[in-house]
């Protein structure tokens, strides 16, 4: 079982910046693909945001491509998603995913474990 902690969430102004980091319990993170998604209300969750293990790709959904940035630090069990020129409309409650082996990236099926989620919140 692997537990994922997001942090980072708030309130910001439209054109801001915000980093968000997801804390994950096992040391098995570091082969383990990553995933940023997010839930805005009455909408499907959507992919955001991955990166494989060794951080050798990262996939982006096309709406935040040059404004957001995911990495991660297996030092650390954590990944982040530096978010830059937010907008009203990347408002949502944002979840990171750990992969439980391969599959599609994109997709939510690919990964096992979730975040409880954060909220990120930007005023116009």
Request: glycine share 12%.
């Amino acid at each position: 079982q692997v537990q994922l902690v997001e942090s980072g969430g708030g309130l910001v102004q439209a054109g801001g910046s915000l980093r968000l980091s997801c804390a994950a319990s096992r040391g098995t993170f570091s082969t383990t693909a990553m995933g940023w998604f997010r839930q805005a209300p009455g909408k499907e969750r959507e992919f955001v945001a991955a990166i494989t293990w060794n951080s050798g790709s990262t996939y982006y959904t096309d709406s935040v491509k040059g404004r957001f940035t995911i990495s991660r630090d297996n030092a650390k069990n954590t990944v982040y998603l530096q978010m830059n020129s937010l907008k009203p409309e990347d408002t949502a409650v944002y979840y990171c995913a750990a992969a439980n082996g391969g599959g599609y990236i994109y997709s939510g099926m690919t990964y096992a474990y979730w975040g409880q989620g954060t909220q990120v919140t930007v005023s116009s």
